[in-house]
């Protein structure tokens, strides 16, 4: 987790800073990510509005970034993943467990019933646990 809040720092998001670390079965980091811009994009936020941040997920630059080593990968990130961010974890195939500090709260998605990132993870069989925030 002190690796995912070490990548946390390098985001540009005045709104929330997230980090994630990826690790293989032997416990390796094969791939880190940030909430940021695109490539060659300004690095700042576009709206504080929850959601259109412009930025792309911590959870989604680590999972593009890997070096991906067999199966069986930890993702530490943290904040909890949003929905979104939680189907491209589970679409990955290869990550079997997600590990993070924060809960995250969609508003708009709680206010209509629909599944939190965690429950999302947890109902296509991954292992989801909360640590200890900050």
């Not at 929330?16 to 940030?34: E, I, K, Q, S």
Request: net charge neutral; charged share 20%.
């Amino acid at each position: 987790m002190a690796t995912a809040r070490l990548w946390a720092t390098r985001s540009a998001d005045s709104k929330v800073r997230v980090g994630a670390c990826l690790l293989d079965h032997c416990n390796r980091v094969v791939g880190v990510g940030y909430n940021g811009r695109a490539a060659g994009e300004p690095n700042e936020r576009e709206s504080l509005e929850q959601g259109m941040s412009g930025f792309i997920h911590a959870e989604t630059n680590a999972l593009l970034a890997a070096n991906w080593n067999g199966d069986s990968h930890t993702l530490y990130i943290t904040h909890e993943p949003c929905a979104t961010c939680a189907r491209l974890i589970v679409n990955s195939r290869r990550v079997t467990r997600v590990v993070y500090a924060i809960s995250y709260t969609e508003s708009n998605r709680e206010a209509n019933g629909l599944p939190s990132g965690a429950e999302i993870l947890r109902a296509a069989g991954l292992i989801v646990e909360q640590v200890p925030g900050e």
